[in-house]
């Protein structure tokens, strides 16, 4: 666990010094979020439907929800790490936003006055609360909450860069503290673990996270290409790039996003079922039941 969360840390800086940090990084940003003006009039209504899903009042509704789900199930330490997974997450993003500073070195002249805008506050949400679900799931129906806790997240992180609002390094480092702060977490529930509980090797949901980790590794390797393909024309003058440039940037930015989230996904449903493993009356039930 402490490895994974350093891991994820380590990789966020990497992306913010590369992305906000270099011209180059912030050069291939720009070509991927210019590139969402292709076919933006076909999909605003549904990337409209899903940003507007999240808000601060979803935010407090969800936790809300995550938090009584886990003391149904008289995991009161669980409702406490979840619950404080969403608030860390949510508060680093934040913090973060504020005290980054972006050089300006003229790539992207019309939106520099804004400043800073890594990582993304949306996906932060999205994906606070998907992980969080997927923690408090009952291992039977886990493996379904955490496909769609990847899709969802991945969803969120794609809208906000088809909508303009963000470059794909804002989602994707959201998605990266998210992690951080879900393997930090499962990290203080091993460590709290108590002798009434029984690990269940069939709770591993072992086919759903090679879906998610073959997946998000397929999409990653897809998004890199693009990246290396991108970053081979980024010396053409912006205004020259013609559609099909400007959609292979867009895809593979939209592609690293989707399969950040599919691998953050699948590094916490890895060791779940070690992490919160099941009550020694409840797996004896289900041996005998």
Do not use: C
Request: glycine share 12%; aromatic share 6%.
């Amino acid at each position: 666990m402490v490895v994974l969360t350093g891991a994820q840390i380590l990789t966020v800086v990497v992306v913010w010094r590369f992305a906000v940090g270099t011209e180059q990084g912030q050069l291939l940003d720009t070509i991927a979020l210019n590139g969402n003006s292709i076919g933006r009039q076909r999909i605003e209504g549904m990337v409209g439907g899903v940003l507007d899903a999240v808000s601060l009042l979803s935010l407090v509704a969800a936790t809300a929800v995550i938090g009584f789900i886990a003391l149904i199930r008289r995991r009161l330490l669980l409702a406490v790490v979840t619950v404080g997974l969403i608030v860390g997450a949510n508060v680093t993003s934040q913090a973060l936003k504020y005290f980054i500073e972006r050089p300006d070195f003229g790539v992207d002249p019309e939106r520099e006055t804004a400043g800073n805008s890594l990582p993304s506050g949306h996906t932060t949400v999205a994906a606070s609360v998907a992980i969080a679900l997927v923690m408090v799931l009952p291992p039977r129906v886990r493996g379904w909450g955490a496909l769609v806790g990847a899709g969802y997240a991945a969803a969120a992180g794609v809208a906000t860069l088809s909508a303009g609002w963000h470059r794909p390094s804002d989602s994707v480092t959201a998605l990266l503290i998210v992690g951080a702060w879900a393997t930090a977490a499962s990290f203080v529930l091993l460590l709290r673990q108590g002798d009434d509980m029984e690990v269940e090797p069939a709770d591993g949901n072992r086919r759903v996270f090679s879906v998610l980790a073959i997946g998000g590794l397929v999409l990653l390797l897809a998004a890199a290409i693009a990246i290396g393909w991108t970053d081979g024309s980024r010396t053409t003058p912006m205004p020259e790039f013609d559609r099909r440039q400007l959609l292979v940037a867009y895809g593979g930015s939209a592609a690293g996003i989707a399969g950040t989230a599919a691998l953050v996904t699948a590094l916490v449903l890895l060791t779940m079922h070690r992490v919160v493993p099941r009550h020694t009356v409840d797996a004896a039930r289900r041996r005998t039941g």
